[in-house]
């Protein structure tokens, strides 16, 4: 009887050892992770493009893009997309930049047509004319203090943008960028850490977001652009902390096409 009580005692001690062990492995490896995620936003969404085969350039050709100063740099002079075709497929105006709000769709936007002619119009004549087979959105950075301490405002206005284009043009696919991360919170009334915080959680507002329209989907090209803490990273930095570089642009485009909508 003794000699049996003794080895239930060594199962039960050795049981217990083998638990406690696998509870520390499995805190190691949780620690690593967050390690390795720290300061980044993981959003799981099923609106969220997945990795495709490469579409190719044509499938960018069909794009057009419209959104703050991050969108507008792509056809800057000598940006990647500073051609008589990039031309049309940014829609921006002579300030290069705006803010989402209720007016979006009366601010102008420089819209030039297949034959080269360019005529300042409102956006929402844009959007009539063009009928784009897809238009890629990128809002949230302009204003983003004000939008996560009141989130139904950025959300409703942003539905209301998107919910107007898909009116106007009903075959239009729409996606939304992630805000881009930044370096330099210089322009800004929190810090860089928080500003970074601030920008990953209305990501993932932006994701929900897309999930309610069947015909809008959430690009996570925000992804290729940070580093480990979760910023800019300093290679696609174009000097102030916020605005990109040639090599950002097209990391972002390629992430496009190989993120493709099926």
């Not at 044509?58 to 990039?86: C, I, K, N, P, Q």
């Not at 102008?108 to 004549?125: A, L, M, Q, R, S």
């Not at 405002?153 to 284009?165: N, Q």
């Amino acid at each position: 009887m003794m000699k049996l009580r003794t080895i239930k005692n060594c199962i039960s001690a050795a049981f217990a050892a083998l638990t406690a062990s696998l509870l520390l492995l499995l805190c190691l490896f949780s620690v690593e992770i967050q390690k390795e995620n720290i300061g980044a936003s993981v959003i799981l969404s099923d609106a969220m493009l997945g990795e495709s085969a490469d579409a190719g350039e044509e499938y960018l050709t069909r794009m057009v893009f419209f959104g703050e100063s991050t969108t507008a740099h792509l056809a800057r002079t000598g940006g990647v997309l500073d051609t008589a075709a990039g031309h049309r497929q940014v829609w921006k105006d002579a300030s290069g930049t705006r803010m989402l709000n209720r007016r979006i769709l009366a601010s102008t936007v420089d819209y030039t047509d297949e034959n080269g002619i360019c005529e300042c119009i409102p956006f929402e004549e844009a959007v009539m004319r063009a009928q784009p087979a897809y238009m890629v959105l990128s809002f949230g950075l302009n204003g983003i203090v004000g939008f996560t301490e009141n989130v139904s405002r950025f959300t409703e206005t942003y539905r209301y943008l998107i919910e107007s284009i898909h009116t106007r043009s009903p075959s239009t696919r729409i996606s939304l960028q992630s805000v881009y991360p930044v370096r330099s919170a210089d322009n800004f009334s929190v810090d860089v850490d928080t500003l970074n915080q601030k920008i990953a959680l209305l990501n993932g507002h932006i994701a929900t977001l897309a999930e309610a329209l069947p015909y809008v989907r959430y690009a996570d090209t925000a992804s290729v652009l940070s580093d480990a803490s979760g910023a800019l990273s300093v290679q696609y930095d174009s000097g102030d902390g916020i605005h990109l570089t040639n090599k950002a642009y097209e990391k972002i485009l390629f992430y496009l096409r190989t993120h493709a909508w099926a």
